[in-house]
């Protein structure tokens, strides 16, 4: 019995220390493996019109960027290019931009259908709400200059969350042609600033405390849709608790009201940030969906 206890305690220190070995060598961050873009330009590298008054160095905790202050436009191109581009604006509540689960992660989705993909890892608005749309719209002339070497004539934009609002944003403040997206896709969107609705921290982030009212209604993306706002694909979960899907709602109706083409897609559980979640219990049927729909701009 003794040499048994003694085998045991053996086995026991053997195995402790095998524990602590992997321990002490495990990385300490995860290792993600995104597609590579194959394309990636800095956007505004003489200097951006505007400022988000961030300083320090940009934070990249492998799968999202935090303290964005160097904006930077990655592309995924397709080998047979269908006529469309799509512009994607991850989200992160406007102080984060998870611009590989939400950017990159879909991808070769895209790209396998013939759709131009780029992700836009835009500048942080730290209150100064103009930034991150600049920094689309810079994107959106960049894309644009290339369009024939990448094969695209229709431009559209999508976001999720906080990046739901910045492409709803772009969707309803442009002011030139060709910064008006041919087509709209919105997951989980934060698209009013209505207190009673909204995502607390992406107000926060964008306006600041205690905004003006008007400056609210401006941003309440619902209140600014128009008859040349572009058709809109969106998706919400009723159990969402981060995001209401009165968001998505309220903006539906809106466009139905003003006669603007629009798909609403509200499954009954996922919560919130399933855009590139594999075991979305709806994935197949959004991805299926989302599929016709693009097609239906093709030409």
């Given at each position: 019995m003794n040499s048994f206890k003694k085998v045991l305690c053996a086995l026991a220190v053997l195995l402790l220390g095998t524990v602590l070995t992997l321990a002490q060598n495990s990385p300490q961050t995860p290792v993600y493996n995104f597609p590579k873009p194959d394309v990636m330009f800095n956007l505004w590298p003489d200097g951006a019109p505007t400022d988000n008054g961030l300083t320090g160095e940009e934070k990249d905790y492998g799968n999202h960027v935090s303290n964005v202050t160097k904006p930077t436009l990655a592309v995924f191109l397709p080998e047979k290019p269908n006529g469309l581009a799509v512009l994607i604006c991850p989200g992160g509540g406007y102080v984060d931009v998870w611009d590989r689960t939400e950017g990159y992660a879909n991808a070769k989705w895209y790209t396998d259908r013939g759709i131009v993909y780029a992700v836009v890892k835009y500048r942080l608005p730290n209150t100064h709400y103009e930034v991150p749309l600049d920094d689309v719209h810079e994107a959106m002339r960049v894309l644009w200059a290339h369009a024939d070497e990448y094969g695209f004539t229709k431009l559209g934009i999508g976001g999720c969350s906080a990046g739901g609002h910045l492409a709803s944003t772009a969707a309803t403040h442009f002011s030139k042609p060709e910064e008006r997206p041919a087509f709209q896709i919105l997951f989980y969107p934060v698209i009013s600033l209505d207190p009673?609705?909204?995502?607390?921290?992406?107000?926060?982030?964008?306006?600041?405390?205690?905004p003006p009212k008007a400056l609210l209604e401006t941003y309440s993306n619902e209140k600014q849709v128009t008859g040349d706002t572009p058709p809109a694909f969106i998706m919400a979960n009723s159990d969402d608790r981060v995001v209401p899907c009165e968001n998505s709602i309220r903006y539906y109706e809106a466009l139905r009201a003003h006669r603007v083409p629009a798909a609403l897609h509200i499954y009954p559980v996922g919560g919130h940030g399933w855009a590139d979640h594999l075991d979305f219990p709806y994935r197949e049927a959004w991805l299926t969906d989302l599929g016709v729909w693009l097609e239906s701009f093709v030409e």
């Open positions: 009673a609705i909204t995502h607390a921290g992406s107000s926060h982030y964008l306006l600041g405390d205690n």
